[in-house]
């Protein structure tokens, strides 16, 4: 009889990866109202993969038939027009049916999506304070940040942090010359989190920017973002901290597997 093989989703493969990376770090520990901040981000993150499949082959479809490109269809005016458009347009009755049900379909998922933010919002805004001071910082980066970690204290220091996240630029040498990458191991939602705070700091904090401005001349525009997402990681931990510091509410933790 055959053996069955257990294969391991993307998101356990990353956090194993991370662990690796990450010799001696604690277990994870996570505390019950960050267990339940982890189940609705969990939910989100699927319903938004199940909302972008069905969004990129309803364009197909539209442009195909339609020969137009609908604009953002996560927000109501992008659905309200493609609607009219589907309801007005000459086409099959098996077409139309096809096209309003997938419409149908993002509607309730937009729905679902919406919800599940509300949710997080409220729940992780007692617990993230500081943390969603930082310019880039959701309400849903955070409390991905708070479900992916558990406990921060586990986290002596911002360089452990960095490593576990794969922010921590590593050397790679190359015709005897040593340069740096970013490490391609981590967290890879972690990793993502502080890709994105570190695109919208770009935009709209002045210190990023002039973070930026002065080491790019010396290590580029790669490297001195490289540095950008390195020095996010040590505010987001010192953020952390606070506020784990401030948590009122009795602490009760539970082991999760790496």
Same mark, same amino acid.
């Given at each position: 009889?055959?053996?069955?093989?257990? +294969?391991?989703?993307?998101?356990?493969?990353?956090?194993?990866?991370?662990?690796?990376?990450?010799?001696?770090?604690?277990?994870?520990?996570?505390?019950?109202?960050?267990?339940?901040?982890?189940?609705?981000?969990?939910?989100?993150?699927?319903?938004?993969?199940?909302? $972008?499949?069905?969004?990129?082959?309803?364009?197909?479809?539209?442009?195909?038939?339609?020969?137009? $490109?609908?604009?953002?269809?996560?927000?109501?005016?992008?659905?309200?027009?493609? !609607?009219?458009?589907?309801?007005? !347009?000459?086409?099959?009755?098996?077409?139309?049916?096809?096209?309003?049900?997938?419409? $149908?379909?993002?509607?309730?998922?937009?729905?679902?999506?919406?919800?599940?933010?509300?949710?997080?919002?409220?729940?992780?805004?007692?617990?993230?304070?500081?943390?969603?001071?930082?310019?880039?910082?959701?309400?849903?980066?955070?409390?991905?940040?708070?479900?992916?970690?558990?406990?921060?204290?586990?986290? $002596?220091?911002?360089?452990?942090?960095?490593?576990?996240?794969? !922010?921590?630029?590593?050397?790679?040498?190359?015709?005897?010359?040593?340069?740096?990458?970013?490490?391609?191991?981590?967290?890879?939602?972690?990793?993502?989190?502080?890709?994105?705070?570190?695109?919208?700091?770009?935009?709209?904090?002045?210190?990023?920017?002039?973070?930026?401005?002065?080491?790019?001349?010396?290590?580029?525009?790669?490297?001195?973002?490289?540095?950008?997402?390195?020095?996010?990681?040590? +505010?987001? %931990?010192?953020?952390?901290?606070?506020?784990?510091?401030?948590?009122?509410? %009795?602490?009760?933790? %539970?082991?999760?597997?790496?």
């Amino acid at each position: 009889m055959p053996t069955a093989m257990y +294969v391991m989703s993307p998101h356990h493969l990353a956090v194993a990866h991370a662990a690796i990376a990450t010799p001696g770090l604690d277990r994870p520990r996570i505390d019950d109202r960050v267990r339940e901040l982890r189940v609705l981000v969990d939910s989100r993150a699927d319903l938004v993969r199940r909302r $972008t499949m069905v969004i990129n082959q309803l364009k197909a479809y539209t442009h195909l038939w339609l020969d137009h $490109t609908p604009g953002d269809l996560t927000r109501r005016p992008g659905m309200t027009s493609l !609607t009219a458009l589907v309801d007005t !347009t000459d086409m099959s009755d098996h077409v139309r049916r096809v096209l309003t049900e997938m419409i $149908t379909e993002i509607g309730e998922l937009n729905k679902r999506v919406r919800g599940l933010e509300n949710t997080i919002r409220e729940l992780v805004t007692p617990l993230a304070p500081a943390l969603l001071e930082i310019t880039g910082i959701s309400h849903v980066s955070a409390a991905v940040l708070l479900t992916e970690i558990g406990d921060i204290t586990r986290f $002596t220091s911002s360089a452990k942090l960095a490593r576990y996240t794969g !922010t921590a630029p590593i050397p790679v040498y190359s015709s005897d010359k040593e340069r740096y990458r970013l490490h391609r191991g981590g967290n890879r939602r972690l990793n993502s989190v502080s890709y994105t705070t570190s695109i919208v700091q770009q935009r709209f904090h002045p210190g990023a920017r002039a973070l930026l401005a002065r080491h790019e001349p010396t290590k580029g525009a790669r490297g001195a973002r490289r540095i950008l997402k390195r020095h996010l990681i040590d +505010v987001i %931990h010192r953020a952390m901290i606070q506020d784990r510091a401030t948590w009122q509410h %009795h602490i009760t933790q %539970h082991q999760l597997a790496a």
